[in-house]
């Protein structure tokens, strides 16, 4: 991947791990999730799934541990996390009764790390949450820097009115990783489908990706994956779209 701000850059295929790793996976049963947990175990990935509801998962040979990410107690998350190499999560609301369930969940999931010294963590948001303001981001720009026309001035505000409350969720999320010294990255999709892997999806650093609409959930998985291969996404929010 590219490493400086604003570059846009096309994913052809993942590089390939020396090694295998140990990743818990959350919300491991919901649309992205569940990608990261196929992709993971396929590689060869040792993963433990955190879920809601461990009849959802999919048959695969994994550690399972039962949460409710909308309550969630760092505490009951330490055994989850403790010894992973790293963290992802695909965690977010289904609906807008849902909402506060990333940024409550992912903040549970940050104490639980610090706890048990576990450092890394990929998760997603959304292509809008980067003009939605936030504690942390009181002032953010009125436009995202990646966006064309049509996006600035009919997509994201359309988006923005039917999700006010998802992205005030991501954005508060996105305020804890910021104000955690975890190594973090921040993926931003915008419109997700399902679709296969393609591998053949552009990202940009801190920003949308020019023209980007959409983006399947299994390439969102496979991006998440292969930023643990690229040090330099460290403390990054990077958009992805096709």
């Not at 039962?66 to 963290?87: E, F, H, I, K, N």
């Not at 048990?116 to 003009?131: E, L, P």
């Not at 992205?167 to 997700?192: C, F, Q």
Request: charged letters at 20%.
């Amino acid at each position: 991947m590219a490493a400086e701000r604003g570059v846009v850059c096309r994913i052809r295929s993942s590089k390939p791990r020396s090694s295998t790793m140990k990743l818990t996976i959350v919300a491991a049963t919901g649309g992205i999730g569940s990608q990261l947990l196929v992709q993971a175990v396929a590689a060869g990935h040792e993963a433990t799934a955190v879920v809601r509801n461990p009849k959802r998962l999919p048959d695969a040979s994994v550690r399972v541990v039962t949460a409710d990410l909308s309550a969630a107690d760092p505490s009951q998350l330490r055994s989850a996390v403790d010894g992973a190499d790293a963290v992802l999560s695909g965690l977010g609301a289904r609906s807008g009764a849902e909402a506060g369930v990333a940024s409550r969940g992912t903040r549970a999931l940050v104490q639980a790390m610090q706890a048990t010294g576990v450092r890394r963590i990929v998760v997603v948001s959304a292509a809008s949450v980067g003009t939605v303001p936030s504690p942390g981001r009181p002032n953010p720009p009125r436009h995202n820097p990646g966006d064309g026309f049509f996006m600035r001035h009919l997509a994201a505000p359309l988006a923005k009115a039917a999700f006010r409350r998802h992205y005030v969720d991501l954005a508060l999320m996105e305020d804890v990783l910021r104000d955690s010294d975890l190594d973090w990255t921040i993926s931003r999709p915008p419109r997700l489908l399902n679709g296969r892997v393609t591998r053949k999806y552009r990202t940009a650093y801190e920003q949308n990706v020019r023209a980007g609409m959409f983006i399947s959930r299994a390439d969102v998985a496979h991006h998440m994956l292969d930023a643990l291969d690229h040090p330099e996404t460290i403390h990054r929010t990077i958009g992805i779209a096709y």
